[in-house]
């Protein structure tokens, strides 16, 4: 294979003066972590004193249920600095240029409308 000789250059962005800003939802942490200790508290009962079947249903749901809670309650953000927006859901990390951003929507969900009219 042969490669060209002048490769081509990705302009550097130059790094952030400050640390990103994160935005989370208080109450959503707040809520995620006492759905946690009751999972933990009714789970690890269950397999301490529990009989019969009880201990591998409670150890079942525990590993099901606390990586869906850590990811839809604690695990979400949104991150801001001078160059961009950076949102952290449970199914993706959606990356914005401020300069593409053209709008904010907030009601039941935030949307950010950006240059191109998508959402």
């Known amino acids: ?6 490769q081509p250059t990705v302009p550097e962005t130059p790094d952030p003066q400050f640390k ?3 935005y989370r939802s208080p109450s959503g942490i707040a809520g ?3 759905l946690l200790a009751i999972a933990g508290w009714l ?4 397999l301490v004193t529990g ?3 009880a201990p591998w249903v409670a150890l079942a749901a525990l590993l099901f249920l606390v990586p869906l809670v850590l990811a839809f309650t604690v ?4 991150y801001a600095n001078e160059q961009r927006l950076r949102v952290r859901n449970p199914f ?3 990356v914005l240029p401020w300069g593409t951003v053209e709008g904010f929507r907030s009601g ?7 240059t191109a009219g998508a959402k």
């Open 51 to 53: 009989e019969g079947r």
């Open 20 to 22: 990103d800003r994160v």
């Open 92 to 94: 993706r990390v959606i």
């Open 75 to 78: 695990r979400p953000a949104v």
């Open 108 to 114: 039941y969900s935030n949307e950010v409308l950006d």
């Open 43 to 46: 789970g690890i009962d269950a």
């Open 1 to 6: 294979m042969t490669t060209p000789d002048q």
């Open 32 to 34: 995620g972590v006492l």
